[in-house]
């Protein structure tokens, strides 16, 4: 405690003082260098081609240079859709006329890239603004206001001649981001966080609720990666799912945790911009741990400036944010930084964590442009674990409390763990004629530590050879570090046949990872090890090429898909590899050694051994789209996918040293977009087969290999956006069974409901020339009765939570309540023989005998939390 009080006087103080310097700074913010990027004041709708049916939607998108006065200087295509609307679409942009760019109030020629739209004839047209970067171009949008509803600026003759001869030529407003890849059907979610960020969120992992089927659940702790749960399978701690940032993998590859450990707690949320959600393995791009499918975090900052702001709240809660984003650039240009801490509720849930972010994007040329992103991230935590129902249920502890707390079953040191983070990367994308070329470099450092104990005092069972002992308790102690470095690349030729736009990718994929891990078994009154379980060194491999096609034979069918193949290689060192003998030797008998010098007969041998092994897997991948018809496409969807096993399951030469899954999929999508409305809908059926799933086990504390499953279900799932809200909502039904016994999956929901809702509006009244904005958000979340072992059935869970905020000028308000109504829930549930009164602690130490009765355990949910937060906001828009 006395750590935590040190901790929470400085954050404070330091909040303080720099709230207290951007207050006064923000009284002279507006004489900064602020650029304001130049908007559509006027536009010419672009004619169709006479030898193309005007019956579906097309984009171009275009660079255009504004000059001081408005007009349109230059513009050339910058995204092909076809010649014939290329020069429709450039003919149309010159028409265009625009509010110019300023500096300091002053105008001066910039340039821009904008979204050439072409409706159907049947359709309303919708005129639309210059084009947000590249990376955040994809999910609804608005078109920009009309011309009549926006006054002609007025702009002294000699300011603009001024600014129009501006020696260092047109400003570079925008610099390009990364394009996201063509549609794989309805289970390609491209998700741009946009108003929706009002809704409450704790962490980057919170942003995948806006995909649909998705549910967190975390008995770890606040510095635990979050379990995630996507369309019917528990991807553990992020094993059956591929994270990336940026093109950069998060998964850890060879962490004994979970191969595939994806710990998102490193990035800031509000510095995300936009994620692609793919649920399935059906785009050749993705690679290892796309099974349940892959979530793509980009980075932006639509507010540009500084930006300052101060947390704090229940639970002795207190976080400190600086977020900066220079004017003029693009929105991936930006640098974040936060501290936090809390208290946490009940008891054994403080945490502490500093993450740093920086990302900057910059022009390569007249066709290319660089993007450079490093983060550091550092967090210490710990958890409160599990709680026995029937120990909540007599009494003998509350509903938040902590075994490691408690009086009959102290340890000596409690649940949590530690971990950071150090990533930087580096990618630059050019084109040269019909081809765009892109590549990456990565490097991450990564280091881990967990404590947990999900069975109490259970497994140290006496064995014949070891010094007499009780049970010295079951807690988990896992610490491991690993390096990767790795690199990612393809070229994308850009053609035209059949009067329509083709595209062809070749690409790469390679990654090296070594780690270094080991898990011990703590004796619970001194918190020393007893027994070390696991302590491997290991090199593992991933080198992948995939090929994929964007064929357009008509205007209303797309053919999408290729295939790609990866080797897996694996070179381990297991310094444990005899951990019991059957007939060990009597003259050397080895008493309380973990890992022993002796075989099964006795003889000598050293306790390591080194095992090798690698594999190629090849994965088909393709999905048919069609339409639009009057906004309604059509998709199918197949694609093979793999998981890599943990090295500690490696033995010599397996063939296939990964599990594999197939996913079929049939869609519907609906897409509507007006002055006044952006709507999109979407309606799936899917079947997926796993040969060897990913099963829990209490005994070692996280997923193992498991048997074949079977998921059949149905998602559905809106956003509708207009001029003052926002709504996404989602639900998935689906049915996870085992192949042999047909049984439920256990603690996989089967019924998964979300809503985010964000209504936003200026308020009438003007004070000192500034109307005031007020935005609400509310979050809700149902998920339905989960499958436990030996028949058991959880309880359902529903959550509210809501927040407020209001902004005037360049400050903002904001209140926050997570689980409005306060509701008691039980966030984990599961069902497994435990024991945690240790025979210590009990008088006489004779009454505590373990059991192997299975009864029911459980993590307890947050109960009601309330946030105050206070911004500032200058020297940017």
Not at 112 to 123: G, N
Not at 516 to 538: F, H, K, V, W
Not at 616 to 627: K, T
Request: charged share 20%; hydrophobic share 40%.
């Amino acid at each position: 405690m006395f750590q935590h009080s040190l901790l929470a006087r400085p954050l404070g103080a330091l909040a303080g003082s720099i709230l207290v310097s951007l207050l006064l700074g923000s009284a002279v913010a507006h004489a900064a260098d602020a650029i304001v990027p130049p908007h559509v004041r006027q536009q010419t709708t672009p004619e169709w081609p006479a030898n193309v049916a005007a019956d579906h939607d097309v984009d171009v998108v275009v660079i255009v240079t504004v000059a001081a006065d408005g007009s349109v200087l230059d513009a050339h295509v910058d995204d092909s859709a076809g010649l014939d609307y290329d020069h429709a679409a450039i003919d149309a942009v010159k028409h265009w006329l625009f509010e110019p760019a300023t500096r300091n109030g002053r105008p001066i020629p910039a340039r821009v890239r904008a979204l050439v739209h072409f409706a159907p004839k049947s359709a309303t047209p919708a005129p639309l603004a210059p084009a947000e970067p590249a990376a955040a171009a994809a999910g609804p949008k608005l078109p920009a206001a009309k011309s009549s509803t926006r006054p002609d600026p007025v702009i002294p003759d000699s300011a603009s001649k001024e600014a129009a001869e501006d020696p260092h030529g047109p400003t570079e407003i925008m610099v390009a981001g990364r394009a996201r890849p063509p549609s794989r059907g309805a289970s390609d979610y491209p998700i741009d966080v946009g108003e929706l960020s009002v809704v409450p969120r704790k962490n980057a992992s919170d942003l995948l609720k806006l995909a649909p089927g998705i549910m967190l659940s975390n008995e770890g702790g606040e510095g635990h990666a979050e379990q995630v749960f996507m369309r019917g399978f528990d991807a553990g701690d992020g094993q059956d799912i591929e994270f990336t940032l940026g093109g950069m993998p998060i998964n850890e590859s060879g962490n004994l945790h979970g191969n595939g450990y994806a710990d998102t707690h490193f990035i800031i949320p509000e510095l995300v911009s936009s994620l692609r959600v793919v649920e399935g393995p059906f785009d050749p791009r993705q690679g290892n741990y796309a099974v349940a499918g892959s979530a793509s975090y980009e980075l932006g900052l639509a507010q540009r400036g500084f930006t300052a702001k101060f947390a704090a709240g229940s639970f002795g809660t207190q976080r400190l944010l600086l977020l900066w984003a220079p004017g003029g650039e693009s929105r991936g240009t930006l640098a974040g930084a936060e501290i936090f801490k809390t208290d946490g509720f009940g008891q054994n849930r403080d945490s502490r964590r500093a993450t740093a972010m920086g990302q900057y994007e910059g022009r390569l040329g007249a066709e290319g442009s660089y993007r450079v992103l490093a983060s550091a991230y550092a967090t210490d935590y710990h958890a409160a674990g599990m709680i026995r129902q029937d120990d909540y249920r007599s009494g003998r502890i509350g509903f938040y409390d902590s075994y490691a707390a408690s009086s009959f079953a102290r340890q000596a040191i409690p649940e949590g763990g530690n971990s950071s983070r150090y990533s930087l990367s580096a990618d630059l994308d050019s084109r040269a004629a019909d081809t765009t070329l892109s590549q990456q470099l990565f490097l991450t450092y990564r280091s881990l530590r967990i404590r947990e104990n999900f069975t109490g005092f259970l497994l140290d069972v006496q064995k014949p050879l070891q010094s007499p002992h009780t049970q010295r308790g079951d807690m988990l102690d896992l610490s491991m570090k690993e390096a990767t470095i790795g690199a990612r690349g393809s070229a994308r030729w850009h053609g035209q046949a059949f009067n329509e736009p083709q595209h062809l990718e070749l690409g790469y994929f390679a990654r090296g990872d070594f780690t270094s891990g080991i898990q011990q078994r703590l004796a619970a009154d001194t918190a020393q090890p007893y027994l070390t379980e696991t302590n491997i060194d290991a090199t593992l491999g991933d080198i992948g090429l995939y090929a994929d096609a964007d064929l357009k034979p008509v205007h209303w069918l797309s053919l999408r898909g290729g295939v790609r193949s990866d080797l897996f290689s694996y070179d381990v060192g297991d310094n444990c590899a005899v951990r019991d003998a059957e007939r060990a030797s009597t003259t050397n008998p080895p008493l309380d050694q973990s890992c022993l010098s002796q075989d099964d007969d006795g003889r000598h041998r050293e306790p390591n051994q080194r095992t090798s092994t690698s594999s190629i897997a090849v994965m088909p991948r393709a999905s048919v789209l069609f339409g639009p018809f009057a906004g309604f496409t059509l998709t199918a969807s197949y694609g093979m996918g793999v998981r890599s096993v943990d090295p500690s399951d490696i033995t010599q030469d397996p063939k296939t040293p990964f599990a594999s899954i197939q996913s079929y999929e049939g869609g519907a999508m609906y897409a509507h977009r007006s002055d006044r409305l952006a709507l999109s809908v979407r309606s799936i059926f899917f079947v997926s087969y796993v040969d060897k799933d990913l099963i829990f086990s209490e005994t070692e504390g996280r997923n193992v290999l498991g048997a074949g499953t079977t998921r059949t279900g149905w998602v559905g799932n809106a956003r509708a956006t207009g001029s003052f809200f926002d709504e996404s909502a989602s639900l998935t039904l689906v049915r996870s069974e085992y192949n042999d016994t047909h049984l439920l999956v256990a603690y996989v929901p089967s019924f998964v409901f979300r809503s985010d809702t964000a209504l936003f509006q200026e308020l009438p009244w003007a004070l000192l020339g500034h109307r005031a904005r007020a935005a609400l958000g509310l979050g809700a979340s149902y998920v339905g009765p989960r499958a436990l072992p030996f028949g058991e059935t959880s309880d359902p869970v529903f959550t509210l939570d809501a927040s407020a905020t209001l902004t005037f000028a360049n400050y903002e308000l904001g209140l926050t309540m997570s689980n409005l109504l306060d509701t008691h829930y039980r966030l984990g549930e599961y069902n497994f023989a435990s024991d945690f009164r240790s025979a210590r602690a009990e008088p006489g130490g004779a009454s505590a005998q373990p059991t192997l009765v299975p009864e029911r355990t459980f993590t307890a949910g947050a109960p009601r939390a309330i946030y105050g937060s206070f911004s500032i906001h200058f020297g940017g828009v």
